[in-house]
Each structure stands twice: as structure tokens, then as C-alpha cells.
């Protein structure tokens, strides 16, 4: 059985990403998208993705995601690409992938068009 058929870890991924998702609201982070990519893609089942207005506001939601998810879920990324200083940073927890951005970063990479193929779950402008 593929990653992807088991209906155990996938909920636990999606009720993860919205998990990211209501901290990224919380951190007034900007247009956040949680994508489900399962069924076009084999190495995670969801992106979240999100915008900051500043290096400073990237950091901020990072270190409350961290600390978010190791306190209360105890959950800890795979691994981490980026700063906030190059405006775009990537949390690899598995089968969530989270990107957040700078606003021009976002515009630049694109992702939502690069992933149209995958369903929108949450959209908060």
C-alpha cells in the first residue's frame, strides 16, 4: 500500500496542515493557501503556503510555528531550506510542506500555478 492509501497518516497530515494553517492566521500572515497535493504528487500529501510583509514577520511566524508544534503537538520539521533574509523558507514535516514567502518571492516562484492541478482546501485572504 502507497503512502498516499493510508487514511491514518493522511488525516493526521491534514488536521497537521491545519494546524500550520490557524498559526499563520494567528501570526497575521498573509494570503495562506493550504493545498492538497496527494493526489499529484509522491512526496507529501499537502503544501501550506503563506506571505510575510517583512524579514521580521517570517521570523516571527517560524519561531511561533516551532514552537507551536514542539510544545503542543510535538512535532518537529524534517528540515528546514531558507531564511527570511532570502524571503522564502521551506519546513519539510513529512508529508506537510510549508513555504512562506516575501511578498515579491511569492509572486516569483509562483507556486500556485506551478501546483494548479492540486485542490484547494483553505484560502484566507
Request: a negative charge; charged letters at 25%.
Amino acid at each position: 500500500m502507497g503512502r498516499n492509501q493510508l487514511s491514518g497518516a493522511h488525516l493526521q497530515a491534514e488536521q497537521l496542515a491545519h494546524r500550520i494553517t490557524d498559526i499563520l492566521s494567528e501570526k497575521q500572515a498573509e494570503d495562506i493557501l493550504l493545498l492538497d497535493i496527494s493526489k499529484v504528487s509522491s512526496f507529501a500529501d499537502y503544501f501550506v503556503i503563506a506571505s510575510a510583509g517583512s524579514d521580521r514577520q517570517i521570523d516571527a511566524i517560524l519561531e511561533t510555528i516551532d514552537e507551536e508544534l514542539r510544545k503542543a503537538e510535538k512535532v518537529q520539521p524534517r528540515g528546514r531550506e531558507g531564511t527570511s533574509k532570502t524571503g522564502w523558507v521551506l519546513l519539510d514535516y513529512g508529508d506537510v510542506i510549508v513555504h512562506i514567502f516575501g511578498t515579491e518571492e511569492r509572486s516569483f516562484y509562483d507556486l500556485e500555478s506551478l501546483w494548479a492541478n492540486a485542490v484547494p482546501v483553505v484560502r484566507i485572504q
